[in-house]
């Protein structure tokens, strides 16, 4: 578990131990030359101090030494000890991480790691505890803060507090036990930074040329663009030696059975339609730079960060890249389906909430926006709009709000910036939200709901709604999330749906609901996934994450 702000003792602790004396009277260990260069380095700094950041980080040392009398956590006299070489190996393998040594130091650490100057020494001593200081706060709550590399993003992280790293650093034993309190105790997390290894391997190796375009590779053809996706279907593992006709003799060139398995592995781990055919979207997919592949398994490493490593025994998890739903309890997906998720121009924001009831054949109150947007040139074109697709028209959005006859409407004086009144759609098979709407109420009025439109779920890319969430399968995901509330199997569930009764089911257990964007993870079968990503996203989080080193390929 993530070690994080765990209240204000350790605080108090150190800053009271501190609080008497200045630095200039630290005590009788103020005489020896380490401690006095390390007085002097900590008044004058390491590096340029130059944002509020760094010189927060600094008084904060400051006054941690001074708590300890000036004594060195790294250091002796007579040189860096075994601690300080640990430290400066861990932070160094920064980047196992997907973090960049140089924002730690490390490279000056290790310069500085052979000195037996007093003021290396010191220089090496705060270094190093600076590098501490960041390097834990990066692992635990990561680099970027979420709505400040993009204001779609609503996620909260838990503050790592650099006095009870010190504090807590200051008896640590072994720094690598230390450092992992911090890191996202997670599998998700540590499969994703060793297929991360696994792909900078491979880019040192060269990784992959383009696959030449032309058409549709099919099962059954002879081409020699057929014999480079076998090499790359090898290469990526998703066709096994043991599978490969072409090992036994067979003409590498020639699309076969187990060919077509393989691409359908592919296209399962890319988001794509499993047809066993090469076409565009295929195509792209396999010619992705492998840069590209490392750069998303970066961001989503740091996406990982934010996270809780505890999402609630039994939550439901959205993957709004993916537009796919699950539903786990332990470390089982109870079920998943495909959803449909909000158009790229009404993108559907990342945040958790707590599901607390849903509604049976519910009715829909149409958004002001939707209204006069959408709907009203319907009406103003065909009054008989309304009647013929269940709709009431209210006087405004009051309580007591009365029904309006839209034919006493001179709609041609109605406009967008007119339009007060209130639209119902009612219950039924044609409604908007379908038979079921799944409740977790927040500020965005996001929720899950059915839909009427069916054959949205059959597409690669499902980014059709205006920023609600629309479920596949909505009377499978209701009797999965009723198991724990009452009797509510689900021949009761459609029983109630045929009904037409508007009904409110209220959950024993609130239930948690994450709205997540993932465009890279790795399955626990090690299959590694990517999917394209269809808010810009991953764009804005690699400008914040990774500044100018970001998006050279694209």
Same mark, same amino acid.
């Given at each position: 578990?993530?070690?994080?702000?765990?209240?204000?003792?350790?605080? &108090?602790? *150190?800053?009271?131990? %501190? !609080?008497? $004396?200045?630095?200039? @009277?630290?005590?009788? =260990?103020?005489? #020896?030359?380490?401690?006095?260069?390390?007085?002097?380095?900590?008044?004058?700094?390491?590096?340029?101090?130059?944002?509020?950041?760094?010189?927060?980080?600094?008084?904060?040392?400051?006054?941690?030494?001074?708590?300890?009398?000036?004594?060195? &956590?790294? *250091?002796?006299?007579? %040189? !860096?000890? $075994?601690?300080?070489? @640990?430290?400066?190996? =861990?932070?160094? #393998?920064?980047?196992?991480?997907?973090?960049?040594?140089?924002?730690?130091?490390?490279?000056?650490?290790?310069?500085?790691?052979?000195?037996?100057?007093?003021?290396?020494?010191?220089?090496?001593?705060?270094?190093?505890t600076q590098g501490l200081i960041r390097f834990a706060a990066d692992l635990g709550q990561g680099r970027t803060t979420p709505h400040v590399a993009d204001p779609e993003l609503f996620v909260f992280r838990e503050e790592v507090l650099r006095e009870e790293v010190l504090a807590v650093a200051a008896g640590a034993q072994d720094l690598e036990a230390f450092l992992q309190r911090y890191r996202p105790n997670t599998p998700r997390y540590d499969r994703q930074k060793a297929a991360l290894a696994e792909y900078r391997a491979l880019a040192t190796q060269g990784g992959w040329e383009p696959i030449p375009e032309g058409p549709t590779l099919k099962p059954g053809m002879s081409d020699p663009r057929v014999g480079l996706l076998r090499a790359r279907l090898r290469l990526w593992g998703d066709l096994k030696p043991e599978n490969d006709l072409a090992e036994a003799g067979g003409d590498p060139d020639f699309y076969d059975e187990p060919m077509v398995e393989a691409v359908k592995w592919m296209q399962y781990r890319h988001g794509l339609t499993q047809d066993g055919a090469v076409g565009k979207k295929s195509l792209a997919a396999l010619n992705v730079p492998i840069e590209a592949r490392i750069e998303q398994m970066v961001l989503n490493l740091e996406r990982r960060r934010w996270m809780p490593d505890d999402l609630g025994r039994r939550h439901i998890f959205v993957n709004l890249a993916d537009q796919l739903l699950k539903l786990v309890e332990g470390e089982k997906t109870l079920l998943d389906m495909p959803v449909v998720v909000g158009r790229p121009y009404h993108s559907t924001p990342v945040f958790s909430h707590q599901m607390t009831y849903l509604v049976m054949n519910p009715y829909w109150n149409v958004p002001p926006s939707i209204a006069r947007k959408e709907l009203l040139p319907k009406i103003k074109d065909d009054v008989s709009y309304l009647a013929s697709n269940n709709f009431t028209l209210f006087s405004d959005w009051s309580s007591g709000a009365s029904v309006v006859d839209p034919v006493t409407v001179n709609w041609a004086a109605v406009n967008r910036n007119s339009f007060p009144y209130k639209l119902r759609q009612g219950s039924g098979d044609g409604n908007a939200l379908g038979r079921l709407k799944f409740m977790f109420p927040n500020r965005f009025n996001i929720y899950l709901h059915d839909t009427p439109a069916k054959t949205l779920f059959g597409k690669d890319e499902r980014t059709f709604s205006h920023g609600c969430i629309r479920v596949s399968d909505p009377p499978g995901l209701a009797a999965a999330v009723l198991a724990k509330t009452g009797d509510w199997p689900l021949q009761r569930i459609n029983q109630t749906i045929d009904s037409g009764e508007r009904r409110i089911v209220t959950l024993d257990q609130p239930l948690p609901v994450h709205i997540s964007y993932l465009t890279s993870w790795v399955n626990k079968d090690g299959s590694v996934h990517f999917r394209k990503d269809v808010y810009g996203r991953d764009a804005k989080l690699a400008e914040a994450l990774l500044g100018a080193r970001a998006g050279g390929w694209r």
């Open positions: 578990m993530k070690l994080r702000a765990i209240g204000l003792g350790l605080c &108090l602790l *150190v800053f009271s131990l %501190g !609080a008497a $004396p200045g630095l200039a @009277q630290a005590g009788p =260990l103020q005489d #020896a030359p380490l401690q006095q260069a390390l007085e002097a380095q900590l008044r004058a700094g390491v590096g340029a101090a130059a944002t509020d950041d760094e010189i927060e980080t600094l008084t904060v040392l400051e006054r941690f030494y001074q708590a300890r009398g000036l004594e060195p &956590l790294w *250091v002796q006299e007579s %040189g !860096a000890g $075994p601690k300080a070489r @640990q430290l400066s190996a =861990l932070l160094t #393998a920064a980047d196992l991480d997907a973090l960049d040594p140089a924002d730690y130091g490390a490279e000056d650490i290790a310069a500085l790691l052979g000195s037996t100057a007093v003021t290396a020494l010191a220089e090496l001593e705060i270094r190093l």
